[in-house]
């Protein structure tokens, strides 16, 4: 029995048949604020319809970039694809006849590695993406909290890391994702140097001992592990999995995050908590939809 995933992001929407924690076959369509919703519709269900022929498929799942409402099968507002008040899940199963559900992709993210990934041996599973933005995902026995509040959390890029500090795009001063974001960390080195790069060559340089990139990747995991100080006191999980862009370069910071968040939470010396790499890469959001 399969299930068809769809990870829907800000340029373009991964589509996968999969079996338990295994992606047998993708597809990929466009997507952004050009591409209208029922265009959309329209080639997702022609893309599910290819996937099914000649196999039993039980289900779809989707994962979305955006506030979701899950209960109502509804994105409620995305601005990377600007779509808004959206019945997806609704809409594809009048065009597939399958049951669908939705949510955020971070969340599935989190689902997919707390079920098949870094998380599975755990009962008690936080996930934080490290990306564009900070987003992330709190995975309990399995299952994701649910309810619409609970659809509404896991904002964990807009908690205070640094009181006045760097204006947020969120409107804030200081939070989490001015600070351990890729897109900080490329302002950071680029208020230095002048130079324009990709995170994940900064960290680089960091590794080769440019002094540059050596104190952006100090100040960005010194705000990471004091983000996580905060999650980790709130949610108390067993473990923490570091996810998006950022986990290709989590060998240089991953142990020292770990110590300063044991050090600092309370009760670390005798609940530490284990924080480590994702396991899935960029199959999880498209994994974690089927288990929805």
Request: with cysteine.
């Amino acid at each position: 029995m399969y299930r068809i995933g769809i990870d829907i992001g800000g340029m373009s929407a991964k589509f996968g048949l999969v079996e338990k924690d295994r992606v047998l076959e993708e597809r990929v369509l466009e997507t952004g604020a050009d591409i209208s919703y029922g265009k959309f519709l329209d080639d997702a269900s022609d893309v599910v319809a290819a996937l099914c022929e000649n196999r039993k498929v039980e289900a779809v799942g989707i994962s979305s970039c955006g506030l979701i409402n899950s209960g109502q099968g509804k994105i409620v507002y995305s601005n990377n694809i600007g779509w808004e008040d959206k019945r997806i899940a609704a809409d594809l199963l009048e065009r597939t006849a399958l049951p669908v559900r939705v949510a955020n992709d971070a969340k599935c993210a989190a689902l997919a590695e707390a079920v098949y990934g870094a998380g599975r041996a755990y009962q008690r599973v936080c996930m934080i993406t490290l990306g564009t933005g900070v987003g992330g995902g709190f995975v309990c026995g399995g299952r994701l909290p649910a309810g619409l509040y609970a659809d509404a959390d896991g904002i964990m890029g807009h908690i205070t890391v640094e009181r006045g500090g760097r204006l947020c795009s969120c409107g804030r001063k200081g939070c989490l994702e001015a600070y351990a974001s890729a897109t900080a960390v490329m302002g950071a080195y680029r208020e230095m140097t002048g130079e324009n790069l990709a995170a994940k060559e900064i960290f680089m340089r960091a590794k080769a001992g440019e002094g540059a990139a050596c104190k952006v990747l100090s100040e960005f995991r010194y705000y990471l592990a004091e983000g996580l100080i905060s999650l980790v006191n709130v949610l108390r999980p067993e473990v923490v999995i570091i996810g998006g862009g950022l986990c290709a370069s989590s060998a240089l910071f991953i142990k020292e995050v770990e110590e300063q968040v044991n050090r600092y939470t309370f009760g670390g010396d005798r609940l530490p908590v284990k924080v480590v790499p994702a396991e899935l890469g960029n199959r999880a959001g498209i994994i974690g939809a089927t288990l929805l």
